[in-house]
C-alpha cells in the first residue's frame, strides 16, 4: 500500500490547485483496520465530521458498519439520505437546532436518531418538544470526564440527570456519552493509562445509575487517539473519525496506529519572490489554520519550512531553488484533515496514479434543507 510516488498524477495538468485528492483504496484499508482492532462492527460508530461525504459512508455501510456520530443537523441529514440506520448527533441542540433535530427523527423514519444532554434545561425543552410532536427522542447523557469543553461531571448531578432521563415518558434514555479528546501523549502506555483512569468515573456512574434500578446505560465512548483502549472494551462503543482519512498530525503523534494518509494536498508554486522562497497558492482557505507551523507535509519538497500563511498564500523557505519552477505540483498531507476537508466542495478522487471520479462535501455547511 505504502508505494512510492502512491500520490502522484499521471496528468496532473487538468487538476486545479488547491484541490484536495482522496485515494479509495487507502480509505478502504483504514476502515478494514478499523474493524480488525474492534473485532465487532455493532460497536463501531464513526463519527463523519472528518469527510462529510455519502461515497465514505456508504463504504463503511458495504462493511456492516451501521452506527454513525456527526456533529451538525447538516451531517445528520447526509448520513438520513445515505440510509443510515442509527446516527448520533453527538452535540446538544439547542436554540433553533432542537426543532430541526425533532424536523429530522420526522423526515427520515428508517434511521434512528438521538443526541445529546447535559442539563435539566435542554431535557426539559426536548421532553416539551417529543410531547408536542407526539414523538420520542432518544437521549445520552453527555459527561465530562475531563476534557472540559461539554457534558456534566459523573458525579451524583449526573446520576440525577440520568434518573429524570429514564422517567420522563417522551424521551428514551440511551445511554453515557464519553469524549475524552483531551489524551493526547504520543506515548501508548502511557495514553491507555490515561484513558482508563479517566474512564473509572464513568463506570462508577454506570453503577450507580443500575444501582437505581434503572436499566444498564450502554456507552459510546473516545475518538481516535483512544480509540485502541476503548475498543477492547466489550459492552463500549468507540467513536473514530479522523482514522478514515488520517493526517500529518495524528501520524506523527501517533506512529503506532497503522492508519494510512488518505486525503492528499494538490498545490502549485505560484511565485519565487527572492532566493531562498517559493510561494504555494495554498493558504488560510484552502488548510486549517489553526495549527502552528508546520501546517502541512510535504511529500516531495523535503527541508522546507513553512515561515508564513495568508488567505490565498503559503510561504516557506527552501535552500534548493535549482529544481522548483513556478507553476510546479507538490503533494502535501495536511495536519488538521477534518477542517481542511470543508474548505472543498468536491474531493478529487484518485486510483491507479489517475483522477477517476469527485466526491461531494456535502455536509460542509451547516444547513442542508433542514
Same mark, same amino acid.
Given at each position: 500500500?505504502?508505494?512510492?510516488?502512491?500520490?502522484?498524477?499521471? =496528468?496532473?495538468?487538468?487538476?486545479?490547485?488547491?484541490?484536495?485528492?482522496v485515494?479509495?483504496?487507502?480509505?478502504?484499508?483504514?476502515?478494514?483496520l478499523?474493524?480488525?482492532m474492534?473485532?465487532?462492527?455493532?460497536?463501531?460508530?464513526?463519527?463523519?465530521?472528518?469527510?462529510k461525504?455519502?461515497?465514505?459512508?456508504?463504504m463503511?455501510?458495504?462493511?456492516?458498519?451501521?452506527k454513525?456520530?456527526?456533529?451538525?443537523?447538516?451531517?445528520?441529514?447526509?448520513?438520513?439520505?445515505?440510509?443510515?440506520?442509527d446516527?448520533?448527533?453527538?452535540?446538544?441542540?439547542?436554540?433553533p437546532?432542537?426543532?430541526?433535530?425533532?424536523?429530522?427523527?420526522?423526515?427520515?423514519p428508517?434511521?434512528?436518531?438521538?443526541?445529546?444532554?447535559d442539563?435539566?434545561?435542554?431535557?426539559?425543552?426536548?421532553g416539551?418538544?417529543?410531547?408536542?410532536?407526539?414523538?420520542?427522542i432518544?437521549?445520552?447523557v453527555?459527561?465530562?470526564n475531563?476534557?472540559?469543553r461539554t457534558?456534566?461531571?459523573p458525579?451524583?448531578?449526573?446520576?440525577?440527570?440520568?434518573?429524570?432521563?429514564?422517567?420522563?415518558l417522551?424521551l428514551?434514555?440511551?445511554?453515557? &456519552?464519553?469524549? +475524552?479528546?483531551?489524551?493526547?501523549?504520543?506515548?501508548p502506555?502511557?495514553r491507555?493509562n490515561?484513558?482508563n483512569?479517566a474512564?473509572?468515573?464513568?463506570?462508577?456512574?454506570?453503577k450507580?445509575?443500575?444501582?437505581?434500578n434503572? #436499566?444498564?446505560?450502554?456507552?459510546?465512548?473516545?475518538?481516535?487517539?483512544?480509540?485502541?483502549?476503548?475498543?477492547k472494551?466489550l459492552n463500549?462503543?468507540?467513536? #473514530?473519525?479522523?482514522?478514515l482519512l488520517?493526517d500529518?498530525g495524528?501520524?506523527?503523534?501517533f506512529?503506532?496506529m497503522?492508519?494510512l494518509?488518505?486525503?492528499?494536498?494538490?498545490?502549485?508554486?505560484?511565485?519565487?519572490?527572492?532566493?531562498?522562497?517559493?510561494?504555494?497558492?495554498?493558504?488560510?482557505?484552502?488548510?486549517?489554520?489553526?495549527?502552528?507551523?508546520?501546517r502541512?507535509e510535504?511529500?516531495?519538497l523535503? &527541508?522546507?519550512?513553512?515561515?508564513? =500563511?495568508?488567505e490565498?498564500?503559503?510561504?516557506?523557505?527552501?535552500? +534548493?531553488?535549482?529544481?522548483?519552477?513556478?507553476? +510546479?505540483?507538490?503533494?502535501?498531507?495536511?495536519?488538521?484533515?477534518?477542517?481542511?476537508?470543508?474548505?472543498?466542495?468536491t474531493?478529487?478522487?484518485?486510483?491507479?496514479n489517475? *483522477?477517476?471520479?469527485?466526491w461531494? *462535501?456535502?455536509?460542509?455547511?451547516?444547513?442542508?434543507?433542514?
Amino acid at each position: 500500500m505504502q508505494k512510492e510516488n502512491w500520490y502522484s498524477l499521471n =496528468q496532473p495538468e487538468e487538476v486545479i490547485s488547491p484541490s484536495l485528492l482522496v485515494y479509495p483504496d487507502r480509505i478502504q484499508h483504514n476502515i478494514e483496520l478499523m474493524i480488525s482492532m474492534i473485532g465487532d462492527v455493532t460497536r463501531l460508530r464513526p463519527h463523519v465530521k472528518t469527510y462529510k461525504n455519502a461515497d465514505i459512508i456508504n463504504m463503511q455501510m458495504a462493511r456492516g458498519i451501521t452506527k454513525f456520530k456527526c456533529a451538525t443537523i447538516a451531517e445528520a441529514e447526509l448520513l438520513g439520505d445515505c440510509n443510515a440506520p442509527d446516527v448520533l448527533l453527538a452535540m446538544q441542540p439547542i436554540g433553533p437546532n432542537a426543532k430541526r433535530f425533532v424536523e429530522l427523527i420526522k423526515k427520515y423514519p428508517n434511521s434512528k436518531f438521538s443526541t445529546l444532554v447535559d442539563n435539566t434545561q435542554t431535557l426539559s425543552i426536548l421532553g416539551e418538544l417529543a410531547k408536542s410532536n407526539d414523538i420520542k427522542i432518544s437521549l445520552w447523557v453527555d459527561i465530562n470526564n475531563g476534557m472540559n469543553r461539554t457534558g456534566i461531571i459523573p458525579d451524583h448531578d449526573a446520576a440525577e440527570l440520568y434518573s429524570q432521563l429514564h422517567q420522563n415518558l417522551n424521551l428514551i434514555a440511551e445511554g453515557l &456519552h464519553v469524549y +475524552d479528546g483531551h489524551l493526547r501523549n504520543s506515548n501508548p502506555a502511557t495514553r491507555e493509562n490515561e484513558c482508563n483512569s479517566a474512564f473509572d468515573a464513568v463506570l462508577a456512574l454506570q453503577k450507580t445509575i443500575i444501582n437505581q434500578n434503572i #436499566p444498564s446505560p450502554k456507552i459510546v465512548a473516545g475518538g481516535s487517539p483512544t480509540f485502541p483502549f476503548h475498543s477492547k472494551r466489550l459492552n463500549v462503543e468507540a467513536s #473514530p473519525g479522523t482514522t478514515l482519512l488520517w493526517d500529518s498530525g495524528y501520524g506523527s503523534q501517533f506512529p503506532e496506529m497503522k492508519f494510512l494518509p488518505a486525503a492528499v494536498l494538490f498545490t502549485r508554486i505560484l511565485s519565487k519572490p527572492k532566493t531562498g522562497i517559493l510561494c504555494f497558492d495554498l493558504g488560510h482557505k484552502s488548510i486549517a489554520p489553526e495549527m502552528p507551523f508546520p501546517r502541512i507535509e510535504f511529500l516531495d519538497l523535503k &527541508h522546507s519550512k513553512q515561515i508564513s =500563511q495568508s488567505e490565498e498564500h503559503l510561504v516557506v523557505e527552501y535552500d +534548493d531553488l535549482t529544481i522548483p519552477e513556478v507553476g +510546479d505540483v507538490h503533494y502535501a498531507i495536511p495536519k488538521h484533515i477534518c477542517p481542511t476537508v470543508v474548505k472543498y466542495d468536491t474531493l478529487t478522487v484518485i486510483k491507479n496514479n489517475a *483522477v477517476i471520479d469527485h466526491w461531494k *462535501v456535502s455536509a460542509r455547511t451547516q444547513k442542508s434543507t433542514i
